[in-house]
């Protein structure tokens, strides 16, 4: 396994800082030296400069005024810090609004939005894309030997879409060009007959609007894309000037959590570097781990798109705002949870924010500096604490996952899964069905990627692709390639149903999965929440399953072709029908699991799987139930993460091997006490 590069080509270091705002104190300039001071006494060593920065470095179009940057940016270079500079796109001023009202999005409904409020651009906007390339390009001009600046943030969090004249117009050259130019084929992918929807002119094509047309499934479907590439193409018009001038600087856009809006694996791609924001609310309550497993699974997703480190953009170092009940961060979560980025696969903790604004919506928002600006605060001592704990960890930077076992989590999919009517509305559940899935292996301490369908299968062992039920072009056909070569592959109910266009296959459900797993998905039962449907395990099935499992919600009712059946359901009418195969393709083997099964199956079933396919764990102890194990290596050496979610104290066995302590360099025994809430980096020798 080899080390990946740093993300800062000159800076091997974990960067530990966040969103700065020196503008919001231009009156009070002596506040930005304290600021210096009090991010050496926070061991932070970056600042993520110019994110809302727009009417302060352009007060009116065309006059530009960087004085307050130029010092900023010249205290920065003196203290060493490292300066995350971000386009202003992410809020547009006021006159700009006034003097190019195109710049203003137009919702759904047709109305154009007045100016406000953040994140609000149109995406299409010649002018939008003019201004920003002026002020970008000025900005990278001014900055780009500038010692300090590390990397370029990118507008912010992208999200939303626009309808105005502009974008409909480019929706249909969009359209146009996907069907080349071909009306019969978009009416096919359409199915534009059924209501006489049939298209007989290009200009017909609207956005989906819920005062229009908003139940075609691929116009909806076909809007999606369009605004993911319209998104992306924003994205790289704003990042032109910066790679055309400092071609060796990376360039980010920061995702949100699990905002669906956008295929983040696209816009990934379109990137250097993956980062995102993370806002997680640890309650001190018995479900922590499962909200930790969820936020694993997101930082996995992040690592997993370019398959190496990511950047943890934003974080909050105290408590939210935004949240219906904003609590306090507990002591202990804020090293836990910075050290939970690291374990899978960050090489930062940054934070939204800095410093707390005196006004506006934000000012309760947690910070590392709070309107009384002590660096006595339990806030300001934890942050301290985890940038000294970072300083150690140095070894970390670059430390690359070895992950055997992969969750599929594909946005398109999401997306038809999600706008399908029926068999049960309104929620599919998809999304948590597939962290679901990821959530075993967490507990395990196994690493699990988190790809797309478009990602390698061909690295992986095991591949889990739960309710694959839209089947991207080329993609059966490379789940075939990945089994015959020797992969194992599980997929479940509701697999195989519709094309890229959302047109059912009229083969057979699972359409063109169907000889390789070997069934025929004949029809699917859903049944109520307080419901369930026995599942018996056959004897001397493969995998060891014994006793009766509960299945609920979804039932597949399926025919087995070929496959080996390994349980049965054992109620229902369809009781002794199979509820879980197997087939031998090629060199491995494909699984069907018909129904969304209870807790001990997933567990049962997996790590049987994991187990059979010499899949490794992070360490050879048990893991109880919150306490998950990640492993990061350099080829050399491993760094294990422990980190515990759960109140109660545990010994956690670490198997064979010698672990030292990676922040003191102790050595540690064969065991471990975990007290509650505790997170330990340890490092060991690496072993293929
Ligand atoms: C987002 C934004 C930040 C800030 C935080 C608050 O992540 O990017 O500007 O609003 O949320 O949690
Ligand atoms: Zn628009």
Known sequence: MKKHSPVVANFPHLLHGGDYNPEQWIRTPEVWDEDVRLLKLANCNVVSLGIFSWV?????????????????????????????????GGAKPAWMARKYPETLRVNAQRQRLLWG??????????????????????????????PSLCMWHVNNEYNGDCHCDLCQNAFRAWIRRRYDNDLDKLNLAWWSNFW??????????????????????????????????QTIACFNAE?????????????????????????????????????????????????????????????????????KPFILMESAPAQQNYKAVC??????????EGLQALAHGSDSVMYFQWRKSRGGVEKFHGAVVDHYA????????????????????????GAATQADVAVVYDYENRWAIDDAAGPRNPDKQYYDTVVEHYRTFWKEGIACDVIDQLSDFGRYKLVVAPMLYLLRPGVAERIERFIADGGTFVTTYFTGNVDESDLCYTTGFPGPLRKLLGIWAEEVDVIYDDESVPVVAGPDNRLGLSGTYAARQFCELIHA??????????????????ALTVNQFGRGSAYFVASRNDARFQKEMFTTLARQLGIKRAIDGELPEGITAQVRSDGDNDFVFLLSFVRDAHTIQLGPGSYRDAVTGAPIGASLELEGYDSRVLIRKHST
Not at 117 to 146: M, Q, V, W
Not at 206 to 229: A, C, M, Q, Y
């Open 327 to 336: 609590k306090l961060k507990r002591p202990k979560m804020h090293m836990l």
């Open 117 to 146: 409020g953040r994140h609000n651009h149109c995406f299409t906007s010649p002018a939008f894309r003019a201004k920003c390339d002026a002020i970008n390009t000025l900005i990278a001009e001014r900055y780009k030997d500038h």
């Open 561 to 578: 072709e070929g496959a080996a059946v390994l349980a049965t359901y054992g109620g229902e009418f369809y009781k002794g029908r199979p």
């Open 56 to 88: 302060m470095l352009e007060p009116e179009d065309g006059k530009y005024t960087f004085d307050w940057l130029d010092q900023i940016m010249e205290k920065m270079g003196r203290a060493k810090i490292q300066v995350v500079m971000a386009t202003p």
């Open 196 to 229: 006489s929807h049939t298209i007989t002119d290009w200009e017909q094509i609207e956005s989906p609007s819920p005062i229009g047309e908003n139940r075609v499934h691929g116009h909806n479907l076909d809007w999606k894309r369009f605004v993911t590439d």
């Open 239 to 307: 990042a032109a000037p910066l790679r055309r001038i400092t071609p060796h600087i990376p360039v980010t856009a920061n995702m949100i959590g699990s905002y669906s809006g956008i295929d983040y694996f696209k816009l990934a791609r379109a990137g250097d570097v993956v980062s995102w924001d993370s806002y997680p609310s640890y309650h001190d309550r018995p479900g922590d781990w499962r909200i930790a497993s969820h936020v694993g699974f997101m930082h996995d997703q992040r690592r997993s798109m370019l398959n």
């Open 374 to 397: 002590s660096p006595e605060t339990r806030v300001f001592k934890d942050v301290a604490e985890l940038g000294r704990v970072l300083g150690k960890l140095d070894g970390i930077v």
